[in-house]
Structure formats: C-alpha cells, structure tokens
C-alpha cells in the first residue's frame, strides 16, 4: 500500500511546491471572485486584474527564492 | 458549443507537451528496470499501469459530464493554475540556473544501481521489475492524466483533443525507446516545461475567469492573448532572477 500513499503525496505535490506561493494563488482568487460579484468593472478589465495579479504573485516568489538562492 | 482553433490546437500543443515531458521521466525508470532484471515484467508492470490510467481518464471524462460547467471551469481552472503556474515558476528559476536541470542519465543510473541491489530477476516473474515500472508509470501517468483532465474538462468537446495529445506524446516516447534503448537526454525538458507551464497558467487564467461568468473580450482567442503576456513576464524573469541571485553572491 505504499504506493498508494506516494500516489497520494505525489498528487498533493503537483500543486502545492512553495507553502506560500500556493497560498496567495488561492487567496487571489478568492478576492477576484468577490470582487466580480461585488464591483462593477467591465470584462476586459476584471481579465486585466485577474492575470496582473497572479503575475504579480509569480513575479514575487521567483525573486524572493533568487534573493536567497547564492548561484 | 463550437470549440475553436485557438482552443483546440493549444489543447492539443499543451497536453502533447506535458506528456511527452512525464513519459520521458518514466521510460528512463522503465529502460534501467529492462535493462537489468528483463523486460518482459518490466513491460508488463508498466502496460497495466497504463491501463488502469486509462480507466481512469474514461471514468472521470463521464463524471464530469454530469457536473455543472461553471463549477468545473472554477475548480479545475485554480487547480490548473496551482499547477501550472507551479511549473512555470520552477523552469524560470531552472533557466536562471537556480535550480539544477533534471538529469535523465543520471536517473537512469541511479535507478538501475538500486536493481541491482535486488540480484539476478531474469526469472519468468519478476515481482520487483513490475512494481517498479507500475509504480513510476502510476506517478507520471496521474500527472499525464490530470493534465489532459484539466485541460479538456474546461470545455465541452475538448477532452478529445487533450486525449489526443497525451496519446501522441506515449506514442512517441514508446517509438523512440523501442529505437533507442536509451534514455531521451537530449529532449530540451526544462524547455519544454516552460511552455507547458506559460499554456497551463493561460489555460487556469481563462477557466477560472469562465468559472467567474467573465466574458473574456474575443471570447477563445484571449487563451492566446493569455499566453503571450506569461512569456513575455517568464522570459523577463529568468535574467531578472539570475541577477538578483548574483546580487545575493556578491554582497554575501
């Protein structure tokens, strides 16, 4: 039955790697789905958002892994 | 719904890719079980294992059929995106060269040194060369099948195409392992992953903003829109990263 467990592990591992960088994806959209449930933006504009800020989250968490990362 | 080009061919690209990247990392596993304790068990450890994938995909392609789209865009969109972003976000630190590239070489012979810990298995039921190759199909193949899940789930009529692509890419790695009974090093994976990971994080982007009853502008081509800005960002990233870790090494 161990392989079920790495099966498990493994699964659980395709989508959680960095603890925090996972963690703020989920809250971004969380706050995006509020937010286009609440806020009266156009489409376009609510697209623009959702992208900017889960680039933003990618953007952050590479270089703060490259700032304490020595080459 | 009619399903377009720009849908289509980027499911076809993504999942042939994603696949083609999890099939090289089980059959370099596979040739060093082959090689050291036989192939019959080998091969048969790692055609049952595909099997039971395959019953799986077509269990969880009827499933979905019978939940509301909204709700699978949404969750399988921010699922998508834990993924794929989580991809893309390792090739960009790889391609800086802050995170060492995957060595098929080196897998196959690590894998092949542990098989041989096991002694001869070149007996007519090899036990350890089956669930060796049962097991490492298994872990890629769930990838692979979350993959084409993901990315044919979103949209009705494209878990065919996305089906497609994860066949052409075993097809593939099957061909050339049967032809060179070697590991595939030369394969640009860390590439590859890089544009799976840029395809994967549009595809979430565009789900999850279906699942939230936006109206993307252009309706499909957005995924290619989507696409080109994560690129752009990712290929501006990886000398962003590499200088930000050289900062760090000069000013210990």
């Known amino acids: 039955m161990k392989w079920i467990k790495n099966i498990f592990r493994e699964i659980f591992g395709l989508f959680v790697d960095d603890g925090a960088f996972a963690l703020a994806i989920l809250i971004w959209l969380s706050f995006m789905r509020w937010a286009t449930s609440h806020l009266t933006l156009s489409p376009a504009a609510i697209g623009v958002i959702l992208f900017a800020g889960l680039a933003l989250i990618l953007i952050e968490s590479t270089t703060r892994f490259a700032r304490r990362t020595p080459r | ?252």
Request: positive net charge; glycine residues 10%; aromatic residues 8%.
């Open chain 2, 1 to 252: 719904m009619i399903i377009g080009w720009a849908h289509t061919g980027t499911s076809v690209v993504a999942s042939f890719l994603a696949s083609l990247v999890e099939c090289v990392e089980a059959l370099t596993v596979v040739l060093a079980v082959g090689s050291v304790r036989g192939w019959r068990s080998a091969l048969i450890g790692s055609a049952t294992a595909i099997g039971v994938l395959l019953v799986i995909v077509a269990a969880l392609g009827t499933v979905l059929t019978h939940i509301p789209l909204r709700s699978i865009q949404l969750v399988i969109g921010t699922l998508l995106l834990l993924f794929g972003l989580r991809w893309l976000r390792k090739a960009i630190l790889r391609s800086a060269g802050l995170i060492p590239l995957h060595d098929e070489q080196a897998a196959f012979a690590k894998n092949a040194e542990s098989m041989r810990h096991f002694g001869n298995g070149h007996t007519a039921w090899d036990k350890i060369a089956f669930a060796a190759t049962f097991h490492i199909t298994m872990l890629e193949g769930t990838e692979v099948v979350f993959i084409v899940i993901a990315i044919g789930a979103g949209r009705t009529g494209t878990l065919f195409p996305a089906s497609l692509g994860a066949v052409g890419a075993l097809l593939v790695v099957i061909a050339l392992g049967f032809i060179l009974h070697r590991p595939l090093a030369r394969v640009p994976e860390n590439t590859f992953k890089f544009i799976v990971g840029v395809m994967l994080s549009a595809f979430g982007t565009f789900w999850v903003g279906e699942g939230m009853h936006l109206a993307w502008p252009a309706a499909d081509w957005s995924i290619l829109a989507l696409i080109a800005a994560y690129l752009a960002i990712a290929l501006v990233m990886v000398p962003l990263c590499r200088s930000r870790s050289q900062a760090v090494t000069s000013n210990p």
